[in-house]
């Protein structure tokens, strides 16, 4: 059974930053390009970011391109968000999802955690 | 960016009625090469992660109930279901997938009459 489990959310300050995790399980990891998405509070779904299989490609919205990073450990089947100078526009709900894509620009998601909350507030 | 419109932004069906859910596209997701529209369809229980429904259009994902159907292409997309049950009453999203970034509806949410 695929499971994604997202940890590492918590509240911060504006400014500050804040590393989330995802612990995957169930499939193959290494061969999967893997998103993260996120939804604030009461709000629609908005993708983050993107990291192929190897890590020799990452991809991000334009809302969070130049403060955050993805990463990988294909060893440790775990995919990360190092989030910096975050606003309080980025306080959402944190969805680790699979790409059912081919290694490419990202697809759409078929598989999907159950969220970490990360509030930013002073 | 592609945007992606969804209505209506709320409906109230009776149980075992038909809902139908439009997701209208800026441009066009359709690719000639393969034939094929990037566009998905999922659905958010309360307290839930998002859940997928259909892709390329119309191709029903593992498991889900064949009471979804998902039709439409180029810019125009509709999600039906045949039969609405207890258990449908969720957040509904189309997503395009034609173009980085891959961009969500605003989403639909369904009720029950």
């Known amino acids: 059974e695929v499971q994604l489990v997202e940890s590492g959310g918590g509240l911060v300050k504006p400014g500050d930053s804040l590393r989330i995790s995802c612990a995957a399980s169930?499939?193959?990891?290494?061969?999967?390009?893997m998103n993260w998405v996120r939804q604030a509070p009461g709000k629609g779904l908005e993708w983050v970011s993107s990291?192929?299989?190897?890590?020799?490609?990452?991809y991000y919205s334009d809302s969070v391109r130049g403060r955050f990073t993805i990463s990988r450990d294909n060893a440790k089947n775990s995919l990360y968000l190092q989030m910096n100078s975050l606003r309080a526009e980025d306080t959402a709900v944190y969805y680790c999802a699979r790409d059912g894509g081919f290694n490419g620009d990202p697809y759409y998601f078929d598989y999907w955690g159950q969220g970490t909350l990360v509030t930013v507030s002073s | 960016d592609i945007v992606m419109t969804q209505s209506p932004d709320s409906l109230a069906v009776s149980l075992g009625e038909r809902a139908t859910i439009n997701c209208r596209s800026s441009?066009?997701?359709?690719?000639?090469?393969?034939?094929?529209?990037?566009l998905a369809w999922y659905h958010q229980k309360p307290g839930q992660p998002p859940k997928l429904l259909i892709y390329w259009a119309s191709t029903r994902e593992s498991g889900v109930p064949d009471r979804f159907s998902g039709s439409g292409s180029g810019t125009d997309f509709t999600l039906t279901i045949s039969s609405l049950q207890a258990e449908d009453v969720a957040v509904y999203y189309c997503?395009?997938?034609?173009?980085?970034?891959?961009?969500f509806g605003g989403g639909t949410k369904v009720e029950i009459k």
């Open positions: 441009q066009s997701v359709f690719y000639s090469s393969n034939n094929k529209n990037y």
């Open positions: 997503q395009q997938y034609y173009s980085s970034p891959p961009v």
């Open positions: 990291i192929h299989t190897s890590s020799s490609f990452m």
């Open positions: 169930g499939f193959t990891f290494s061969k999967y390009s």
